[in-house]
């Protein structure tokens, strides 16, 4: 159950929580030595569509010399045309693989930040500079950038987009530019907010894009790589943020907006949501009764005074929290080898959202509350729940309920693991008196039939 030693950040610093905010990326970069910049553009047969994107990266204000430009092939039938000092790479076509092909160029990469684009997707001049500010000082930094949609046709590829876009402008997506707002440029981003990063847009470190693994080639056709990937970023420490005046123009209306059967579209959505819903683990993108396989709670039982007293402590425990993955000592798995729940601790340890830690087998005591109107009662929300719901969204690292259960954020695990206390994450202390040590001779009858007494 040993975690291999974390790579270190090449460089940079890191913020509590989500709080990009307490960094002035604009001002902080002006007076530093830019950071080498590698844009990747995935293609195919697009080429009018990236003739402009091509021209629109050759006028950018990050400087020339700390730019490279990779375009890279998704197995067009005609090979892209493109400048001399433009790498192309390809891949055999196989279906629709963006993030398959982002893989290959950021494999092919040099720069220190990793700059995400579309061929239909072109940047007005100063894009590359500002989505590289924040990942300059900020290695764990993912920026969402600004994607408008305009009507190019007829336009020529050498036309400044910021000229020709707003003349042109199509309209972009409502419930995207709502979420910005709300979450104020993903400053108050949570679990969820991985569905504002949009794969057409975005920039990382090179570094940062290593720990995650890259994308899942699982995906094939459209959609989805980049909410998977982006929902890994999270789990692995990332800072969300949007930058709003960094503009890249989209050939075209959003995907929503584009002329096809509604069947047929929400046919290629529903397989992207279920492929999403068995590697994503959090409530809301995770089934609602069914077990994917993704982790989202994983417990860590460390040791127990006897079976019995195992088997009350994980059955209590999924009581509370069903989606939990729960590790017992390899000597108890077999109790609960009917349960895929359950794994054992000769085995890897996944990650997951949360990690809770107990020492001891512990009684988890469930309370009962009347559903108003009903005649039905339902379970009170309790301290393990609270803080596993909790932890990780603010600066919130960790919750430690009375002695023995240790609930935390991998998120802040993963930080700390890079940067030690300077992380800055908090910690608070809660009690529930409800929560039990469990002794080595509680009766497994008592506890199924409903009159066990720990008094």
């Not at 907010?193 to 995906?219: H, K, L, M, P, Q």
């Not at 909410?227 to 503009?247: F, H, K, N, Q, T």
């Not at 069914?290 to 994980?314: E, K, M």
Request: charged content about 25%.
């Amino acid at each position: 159950m040993t975690r291999s030693a974390p790579r270190l950040p090449p460089f940079g610093r890191t913020v509590p929580g989500n709080r990009w905010d307490l960094v002035d990326a604009q001002s902080e970069t002006a007076t530093a030595t830019p950071r080498s910049v590698s844009v990747i553009v995935a293609h195919f047969e697009q080429q009018a569509e990236l003739d402009r994107t091509i021209a629109a990266l050759a006028r950018q204000t990050h400087p020339a010399h700390l730019m490279e430009v990779i375009v890279v092939d998704d197995g067009s039938l005609v090979p892209p045309t493109v400048p001399a000092s433009v790498r192309v790479l390809a891949q055999e076509n196989r279906g629709f693989r963006a993030g398959s092909a982002r893989n290959l160029g950021a494999r092919a990469a040099t720069g220190d930040i990793l700059c995400f684009l579309d061929a239909d997707t072109s940047p007005e001049p100063d894009y590359v500079a500002r989505m590289a500010a924040l990942p300059s000082l900020l290695p764990e930094a993912v920026v969402a950038g600004h994607r408008r949609h305009a009507d190019f046709t007829g336009v020529d590829a050498d036309a400044p987009v910021e000229t020709a876009g707003p003349t042109r402008e199509l309209p972009e997506p409502s419930w995207l530019a709502s979420a910005y707002r709300a979450s104020r440029n993903l400053l108050d981003a949570d679990d969820r907010s991985y569905r504002f990063v949009i794969g057409a847009v975005f920039s990382c470190t090179r570094w940062f894009f290593d720990e995650t693994g890259g994308f899942d080639e699982d995906f094939l056709g459209y959609g989805g790589e980049d909410w998977d990937w982006a929902s890994r970023a999270w789990l692995a420490g990332a800072v969300l943020a949007y930058e709003p005046l960094a503009v890249a123009w989209h050939d075209g209306p959003d995907w929503a907006g584009r002329s096809s059967a509604d069947a047929r579209r929400q046919e290629q959505k529903n397989r992207e949501t279920i492929l999403l819903a068995q590697k994503i683990g959090v409530a809301g993108s995770r089934p609602r009764a069914l077990h994917g396989a993704a982790h989202d709670v994983v417990v860590v039982l460390d040791a127990a005074p006897s079976d019995g007293a195992a088997f009350v402590c994980v059955d209590t425990l999924l009581e509370q929290l069903p989606h939990a993955s729960v590790v017992v000592p390899a000597g108890t798995h077999p109790l609960f080898a009917a349960d895929p729940r359950v794994l054992s601790a000769a085995g890897p340890t996944p990650r997951g959202r949360v990690r809770i830690d107990l020492d001891t087998a512990v009684h988890f005591d469930g309370r009962a509350e009347a559903v108003p109107g009903t005649g039905t009662a339902r379970l009170a929300s309790t301290a393990l729940q609270d803080a596993a719901a909790s932890v990780g969204g603010s600066d919130l690292g960790a919750v430690r309920i009375g002695e023995h259960v240790l609930v935390r954020s991998e998120r802040a695990l993963r930080r700390e693991e890079r940067w030690g206390e300077s992380a800055g994450w908090r910690t608070e202390q809660v009690t529930d008196d409800t929560i039990r040590p469990l002794p080595g001779d509680v009766s497994v009858a008592a506890h199924l039939g409903g009159w066990l007494s720990l008094d």
